[in-house]
């Protein structure tokens, strides 16, 4: 088993990828009720998503959950950064920022051929990393499911 990243912040705020630190419950209970990209997401769903990524929970100095990210990669050339959030109690302290510095900085991240991402509202946190709009967009496919939850469609 791989030995848990792990980073500290000056605050006492500390980025973990172990995976029995996790909130799971407050995880979905955030991407199901409170995102656009993830309403009515069912529970069992989440829990295979997070089995299956490298994911980041942010939590506070007694432990408590204060944000998350997953990324889907393969560790070698390629990583789909999503389901990224700072629960709003944590927000307007620098906290998106910082998760974002201590996941790129994750050893098994570097070297990357290719790093993606999707939002609608965030362009300017994912800028600061290098993240821009698709160069040949035309090379690109997807199949996407609008409503794949039930949830009221959304962009």
């Not at 997070?50 to 990669?73: E, K, M, P, W």
């Not at 927000?91 to 998106?96: T, V």
């Not at 900085?105 to 990393?129: E, I, K, N, W």
Request: hydrophobic share 45%.
């Amino acid at each position: 088993m791989t030995v848990p990243y792990q980073l500290t912040h000056a605050r006492g705020y500390t980025v973990s990828t172990d995976p029995d630190r996790l909130d799971v419950g407050a995880i979905h209970r955030f991407l199901a009720e409170d995102s656009y990209w993830a309403q009515n997401m069912p529970r069992p769903l989440l829990e295979r998503a997070i089995a299956n990524s490298l994911c980041f929970g942010l939590y506070t100095a007694d432990g408590q959950q204060a944000g998350f990210a997953r990324v889907v990669t393969d560790l070698a050339t390629f990583a789909w950064l999503c389901d990224v959030f700072v629960l709003p109690e944590f927000r307007g302290q620098g906290l998106s920022k910082w998760l974002m510095e201590a996941v790129w900085a994750h050893p098994d991240l570097q070297g990357l051929r290719r790093r993606l991402l999707a939002t609608l509202d965030a362009h300017s946190l994912y800028t600061q990393f290098g993240f821009a709009p698709l160069t040949t967009p035309d090379r690109f496919m997807e199949i996407r499911l609008p409503n794949p939850y039930g949830a009221p469609t959304a962009n």
